[in-house]
């Protein structure tokens, strides 16, 4: 295993404005989505002034993703993003097994975090699943329901513009647990909170 | 750091990409109705079979000079064939008559037999046109339609209102022409286009709203400039659900409210308590959820408003999976806690 240093420089500039960007979108368009989806004369923010902030944080969150596509593609940070396939399954449920029982028996991760690898299995699989799969989901559909006229009207009998809401709720509440669950498992670091200030200098604090 | 290859996870945003294009454009191009071209000349009925109408022979003594634009008659010593052009307002397309609710009427049925000689005696110009609650007024029959509180709702109107007696339900409902369509048309969006052309007829075509008004036509685009997505609006509501005051007893609300009432909230719709669901989507709704029961009959239908949560299912299941999220994190942490 690779021998890590106390402080780790894992987070460079643009990661991390381009992750505060995300996190401030994502939490504006899940309050937004959700008043637009439980759209109420009594909601607290107003169904055209939740779609208008919905419609921008969206456009917004669209190139902010194009920033996070091209910049994985041209740095080495896409490199924490590549899952090796060879004893991918054995490695998935040595994480799974010490979040589940290791944690509380004080053990230490069994992937600690390295300059190489900054994610451990079970973070490779999610955050691919999150930005690779369901926020492409979500952006494309969204941009579907902001032009309905260029959706397709009918889809397998099934109304069309239907089939792309409810596409786009799913992927939409898809993202949400994993942000919620993302929150909570950023409080497992040396401290609860030094995960969090590693999003604002860069540096990663080990266990 | 050796920086490898890394495209595999880009790999699969480009193929997800690139296939939802191909999905999109061979779809798009299968497509059956793009909304942009969905006119009422879509909906225009087709050349009728007459022989199936009991009345059709009797009414062509009508038809063949209301039928068409000119007509043509033998002077009295019958040297000479006359042909003169028809009013426009008395011309009658048999094709339209023919699919309207009163196809099956003779032409003498509300006219006067005396129209059975030409040229037309003068004083049928004074004939008195009938009100459409004239015949369908205290009927059995038509009860459950309640025309009469119809015609309360349209006397309260801006329609009756503002133009007194010149503006009859003949206005709107033609009958020679009118037919019903949301109670039997399938198709959501015809029951649109139809209902809509209706109104613009008159606010649409210039010669139409100058018969009872002086005023110049507003531009309906341009006093529609506040709506977003237009043209999605437009074919997808009728005009009467945001300019009529909302009655759920009634089939269709009458009241006809001055442009400054017009629904303006997006939540009046876009909301769980759509008014959609009190008249648009009444029919649709009702027989879908009677066909496919209330899951299949809410989810599958055309009846989109993009916002309201209209699956009660899908909602509950979402609670569930958050509900135990969040469990999950409390008892997590909580033996993280007490290690």
Known sequence: MTKHSERL????????????????????????????????????????????????????????????????????????YVIPVKGFLNRLLRQFRYYTIGIFRREQPPFPVTEESKFNPLQQVTYVLLMYVLVPFVIISGWGLLYPEITISGILGLSGLDMTDLLHITAGFGISIIMCVHVYFCTIGKTPTSNFRSMIDGYHESH | MVYKTNLRPAWVVMVLVLLSALAFTWLKTSDSAPLETSTAEEIKPVKVDLSKFTNAVENEKCFRCHGQTKYSYMTSDSSKTVTKRMYTELVMDRDIFYVSNHREFKCTDCHSEDYGTFP?????????????????GGDEKYAKFQFEKIESEFLASAHSEKHSEDFTCWMCHDAHEYRINARTNENLKETITYDNMICLNCHGDVRNYQLLTTKAKPNILQKHEWLPNQVSHFTNVRCIECHTRNNDTLEVAHHVVPKEEAVRKCESCHSKNSILYASLYKYQVSEKIEKEGLVKGLLLGDTTTIGPDKNNTLNIISLVIFGMTLLFIIIHAAFRMKK
């Open chain 2, 120 to 136: 037309h005696p003068n004083e049928l110009r004074m004939e008195a046109i009938a009100t459409c609650i004239d015949c369908h």
């Open chain 1, 9 to 80: 420089y894992l987070y460079p500039v643009w990661v991390r404005i381009w992750h505060m960007t995300n996190a401030i979108l994502c939490l504006i368009l899940i309050i937004t989505g959700l008043s637009i989806q439980f759209s109420n004369p009594s909601t607290v923010v107003k169904f055209n002034a939740a779609v208008a902030v919905h419609n921008i944080s969206g456009i917004i969150l669209s190139i902010s993703y194009l920033v996070f596509f091209f910049g994985n593609l041209v740095t080495p940070n896409g490199f924490h």
